[in-house]
Every structure is written in structure tokens, then in C-alpha cells.
């Protein structure tokens, strides 16, 4: 059992940035691949970000490309989402995933483990 813990979600003016982190305990963190996920009330769940288990390897959705960028510190069991030049459309509640494997993966079926998210609001 892993569990995860977002934090740093707020109200952010467009042109902000924020910083997501992911706090985990319970299983082995290198063990597992992180990745971001955003959800907007009433649509589904979308992919924004994943790292691999040592961090050699980054997905990001082309939304986001260039303004985001996914990180982790194994030693902290703490996985980080730093958002750049944010814009009303990055509105939405940001979840973090573990998946039981060292690879990325944009399809959030394959992660087993989910934050319970954090408000991200741009305002224009």
C-alpha cells in the first residue's frame, strides 16, 4: 500500500506558477512511477505528467509542454509538479499516481495508488 499526499494547489493569477508536491509514504518509492493527473468537475481525468522511477525519463501532454516540469526526489519520497506561465484552461484538481511499474505511462488505469488531489484556479 502506498499512500500520497498533494500539496501547494491555490489561486494563482494566469502568467503564475505553482509548485505541486507529492508526499508518499508506505512501499519502496523507487519502486513505483509517478504521474500528475488533472480533472476538471464533470469531465474526465487527464493526463498531464509522468516520471519514471529514477527520473530519467519525462511524458508530459502536449498542453503542457514547455511550461511544466515533473521531477523526484527518491530519498524524500516526493514526487513534484513545477508549473510555469499558467493559464485559465490548467484550472482543475491536480491528483498524483503511483504505478507499479519503472517505466511512464499516460493512461491513468495503469496506476494503482492516487492522491486525494489539490485545487489548482488561474484567474485571467
Known amino acids: 500500500q502506498v499512500q500520497l499526499v498533494e500539496s501547494g494547489g491555490g489561486l494563482v493569477q494566469a502568467g503564475g506558477s505553482l509548485r505541486l508536491s507529492c508526499a508518499a509514504s508506505g512501499r519502496t518509492f523507487d519502486d513505483y512511477a509517478m504521474g500528475w493527473f488533472r480533472q476538471v468537475y464533470g469531465k474526465e481525468r487527464e493526463f498531464v505528467a509522468a516520471?519514471?522511477?529514477?527520473?530519467?525519463?519525462?511524458q508530459y501532454a502536449d498542453s503542457v509542454k514547455g511550461r511544466f516540469t515533473i521531477s523526484r526526489a527518491n530519498a524524500e519520497n516526493t514526487a513534484f509538479l513545477q508549473m510555469f506561465s499558467l493559464k485559465p484552461e490548467d484550472t482543475a484538481v491536480y491528483y498524483c499516481?503511483?504505478?507499479?511499474?519503472?517505466?511512464?505511462?499516460?493512461?491513468?488505469?495503469?496506476?494503482?495508488?492516487w492522491g486525494q488531489g489539490t485545487q489548482v484556479a488561474v484567474s485571467s
Open positions: 516520471i519514471s522511477w529514477n527520473g530519467s525519463k519525462q
Open positions: 499516481a503511483a504505478r507499479k511499474a519503472w517505466e511512464v505511462s499516460m493512461k491513468p488505469d495503469e496506476y494503482v495508488y
